[in-house]
């Protein structure tokens, strides 16, 4: 159990072989956020939060659906079929965006082929990301090079069981370039390349679990 507080954070062991134990920490400044198991060293399977998306979690995805984006040029389209080529999800369900039904999306991982005009199928997009017309930013830095594509692992909109990615590329010539290689990056969350060549890439934090409690400042300071 780690105890995150103004002061620094306070670990302890709690025996257990029960389904519940209680338990007491006592803290020398105030609690900000109590983590069970903070290092994921017990032998368990993990809750779908605490995994954040990545690049393999689309290329296993069992039942991936490809949203292709009105605005999506045809030889940018082109490249994105050599991506699921890539992925090995030539048989994915590939649907241009206004043929999606919003009520199937839950029994479907995701794969955005460009950034859909119908905001109602735009995914929450992370701290960090943003998407325009014809370029994205990501921690601050704006690429419209047509050189450049992004390839982004989100959690799902509707069902945290399933998987979304979105492939962002601001060319047909970029796309083609990135697609092959976006399956080489499986563990990582983000990847934006230009003209082929990876610039950046790294993996999203977890915030969120069922093993994570954040204190409010009603509750009590022990």
């Known amino acids: ?23 007491i920490l006592e803290t020398p ?7 069970v198991d903070p290092d994921a060293d ?12 990545t690049v393999n979690a689309i290329r296993g995805a069992p039942a991936l659906m490809a949203v292709v984006s009105i605005g999506l040029e045809k030889e940018a389209l082109e490249g994105t079929k050599t991506l699921l080529a890539a992925l090995r999800q030539e048989k994915a369900l590939m649907l241009a965006e206004g043929q999606v039904d919003l009520r199937a999306l839950k029994d479907h991982d995701l794969l955005y082929l460009g950034w859909p005009r119908n905001t109602i199928l735009h995914p929450v997009l992370p701290e960090g990301l943003s998407i325009g017309k014809g370029n994205v930013t990501l921690f601050g830095t704006t690429y419209d090079d047509p050189g450049a594509a992004l390839f982004v692992a989100l959690p799902h909109p509707v069902n945290p069981e399933r998987s979304a990615a979105i492939f962002i590329p601001l060319s047909g010539a970029a796309a083609g370039k990135a697609a092959r290689k976006i399956p080489h990056y499986g563990k990582y969350s983000y990847l934006l390349f230009e003209d082929g060549t990876n610039r950046v890439k790294g993996t999203w934090p977890v915030t969120a679990s069922p093993l994570i409690h954040e204190f409010s400042d009603r509750e009590d300071s022990r």
Request: aromatic share 4%; glycine share 8%.
């Open 1 to 23: 159990m780690r105890v995150e507080t103004t002061s620094g954070p306070l670990e302890g062991k709690i025996p257990s072989q029960k389904g519940s134990a209680p338990f």
């Open 29 to 35: 400044a105030r609690p900000l956020r109590l983590v």
């Open 42 to 53: 017990l032998f368990r399977r993990l809750h779908p939060e605490e995994s954040p998306p």
